[in-house]
C-alpha cells in the first residue's frame, strides 16, 4: 500500500470513529458520574483520601474528564477512597470508611470503595475508579454492581495520582455493561500526555456488544473454585457456567497455576513504585507541610511524612523502600519482576486455548467492617484479581448472585478476564450475560 493509501486509509478511519463518538456523545449526554478522590479535576478537591493532600485543588482535569465532560457527561461528586488508593475496604482514609449500602456494618471493598457505593445505593448512573489489583472489580463485586478495568494502556492514566504506575488503570463503575462500554469507548484513546497508552483510536466497544456468544471459549482455571471460596460463591459460579453452557459458550478447564503467587508478586511490584511515587511529598513542593520546628530538610521530611501519610501508606513504603534497598532488590524486586513474565506467559497460553476466562472476582462476600485486622488477610481478597492487572490484560466483575448473612442479601460478584486489547470481546461476554439474568436489575433497601 502507498503511504497516500496508508493516509487515506488512516483518515477515513478517524472519520469513522469521529461520527462513533458523536453518537456515543449523544447516548452520554446528561449521565450523572461520581470521581473516585484520585482522579483529578478543577471542580472540587482531590485528596486521594489523605492528610497529604487535603483541601489540593487540581489545576487543571485528568484526560478521562475532559472526553466525558465534552460528551455530556455531568459530574456530580468526588468519592472516597482508601488512602492514596491502597486497600481493599475502603477502611484505610483519613476521612472515615465507607459503608457498604447493602449491609452498613460491612465494607464496599476497595480501594474504589465509594465509587462502587456510590452506584450501587444510584447515587449516579456511573463511577470512575482506578485498578491497580483489583480496586475496581472487587468493590464491584462486594456492592453488586458492574466493575470494569480496561486493558492496560487502553485508557490515558494522565490525571490518575499514580500508586503503581505499571499496574494503575483507570475505570468504570455501572449498573449495566452497555453503560461501562459507552463510557470507555468516550474515554479511550491515544493521548499525547500519558506515554503509557496505546497510540490507536479508542475502540468499537459497543458495536457488537448484544451479538450471540455461540461458541465462545470460556475457560475455567482448577485455581479458581477451591475450598478456599464461600460455599455460596462456588456454587454462583456452577451457576454462571450452567447459563454460558445454555447461551451456546464452548466451556474448557484450563491451568493458571501461578494465581497463588500472585499476590505475593504484586505486593513486592507495587509497593515498590508506591515507595518511588509517593516521594515526592516531601512537604515543599505541594501538599502538607508539617508545623513543627525542624532543624534540618531530614527532620522537614520525617515529621511530614509521618503526619501525612497513613498506617497502610507507610507500611507499603517501607515494604517497597525495603525490596528495593541494596542487598535486597535480586532476592524480591528481580525475582517479582521474572515472575510477572511468567505470568504473562502463563495467560498467552491460556488464551491460546480460551477466548475469556471465568472465574470469582473474589473468595468471599463482603466482610464486617474492623473483622480483617491482619493485613495479610486483606490482601487476599485480591487473590483472584492481581494477576490481571500484572499482565495488564482486561477484566470485569458482574453481579452473579447473592449469599444470605445476618438476614442481608450479599451480592456475589463474576469475574471476566480478557486477552490484550480483546475488550470487546470481554464486554460481550459479559453482555450476555447480563441479558440472560437479572442480578443486575437487584438494589439495597436503601436505594428502592
Known amino acids: 500500500m502507498s503511504t497516500i493509501q496508508e493516509r487515506d486509509t488512516f483518515n477515513a478511519f478517524h472519520e469513522y470513529w469521529d ?11 446528561g449521565m450523572t458520574l461520581a470521581v473516585k478522590d484520585n482522579i483529578v479535576t478543577k471542580t472540587g478537591t482531590t485528596t486521594c483520601g489523605s492528610k497529604m493532600l ?6 487543571f482535569n485528568a484526560t478521562v474528564i475532559d472526553r466525558l465532560e465534552d460528551a ?17 475496604s475502603t477502611e484505610h482514609c483519613a476521612w472515615g470508611p465507607v459503608l457498604n449500602p447493602w449491609d452498613r456494618t460491612r465494607v464496599p ?6 465509587s462502587a457505593a456510590a452506584v450501587a445505593a444510584r447515587l449516579c448512573q456511573g463511577a470512575l475508579g482506578s485498578d491497580t489489583g483489583g480496586s475496581i472489580r472487587q468493590p464491584a463485586a462486594f456492592c453488586g454492581v458492574v466493575g470494569y478495568k480496561p486493558t492496560y494502556g487502553l485508557v490515558s492514566r ?9 499496574l494503575d488503570q483507570i475505570g468504570t463503575f455501572t449498573t449495566t455493561v452497555q453503560d461501562a462500554a459507552n463510557l470507555v469507548e468516550i474515554m479511550a484513546g491515544f493521548d499525547e500526555l500519558d506515554s503509557t ?8 466497544l459497543s458495536k457488537n456488544l448484544h451479538d450471540s456468544i455461540e461458541g465462545l471459549r470460556i475457560g475455567i482455571p482448577s485455581q479458581y473454585t477451591g475450598s478456599q471460596n464461600d460455599p455460596a460463591i462456588n456454587a454462583a459460579i456452577t451457576s454462571a457456567i450452567n447459563t454460558y453452557r445454555e447461551l451456546g459458550a464452548t466451556i474448557i478447564e484450563i491451568d493458571l497455576p501461578l494465581t497463588e503467587v500472585g499476590i505475593s508478586t504484586y505486593y513486592v511490584l507495587a509497593p515498590a513504585e508506591c515507595s518511588s511515587n509517593l516521594a515526592r511529598y516531601d512537604g515543599i ?14 527532620e522537614l521530611y520525617s515529621n511530614t511524612r509521618a503526619e501525612g501519610f497513613g498506617t497502610e501508606v507507610k ?24 515472575t510477572r513474565r511468567l505470568i504473562c506467559q502463563e495467560y498467552h497460553i491460556a488464551f491460546e486455548q480460551c477466548d475469556v476466562i471465568l472465574g470469582p472476582t473474589t473468595p468471599s462476600v463482603a466482610f464486617k467492617i474492623g473483622e480483617k485486622a491482619d493485613p495479610l488477610s486483606m490482601y487476599l481478597c485480591d487473590i483472584y484479581t492481581a494477576n490481571t492487572n500484572i499482565a495488564g490484560i482486561c477484566g470485569i466483575s458482574i453481579p452473579c448472585g447473592f449469599s444470605e448473612a445476618e438476614g442481608k442479601q450479599l451480592p456475589i460478584g463474576l469475574h471476566l478476564q480478557g486477552s490484550w486489547y480483546d475488550d470487546a470481546r470481554l464486554l460481550r461476554a459479559a453482555q450476555m450475560f447480563q441479558t440472560a439474568t437479572d442480578f443486575h436489575t437487584k438494589v439495597p433497601e436503601c436505594a428502592q
Open 19 to 29: 461520527l462513533e463518538n458523536e453518537r456515543q456523545s449523544e447516548t452520554l449526554q
Open 54 to 59: 487535603e483541601g489540593y485543588k487540581s489545576p
Open 72 to 88: 455530556g457527561v455531568v459530574l456530580v461528586g468526588k468519592t472516597n477512597c482508601d488512602e492514596f488508593a491502597m486497600g481493599s
Open 109 to 114: 471493598g476497595g480501594s474504589s470503595g465509594g
Open 158 to 166: 494522565y490525571g490518575l495520582v499514580a500508586f503503581a504506575s505499571s
Open 197 to 204: 497508552c496505546r497510540e490507536e483510536p479508542a475502540p468499537a
Open 285 to 298: 513542593r505541594y501538599g502538607h507541610r508539617t508545623d513543627k520546628p525542624c532543624k534540618d530538610l531530614f
Open 315 to 338: 507500611r507499603r513504603i517501607m515494604l517497597g523502600t525495603y525490596v528495593l534497598s541494596s542487598g535486597y532488590y535480586d532476592a524480591y524486586y528481580n525475582n517479582a519482576l521474572k
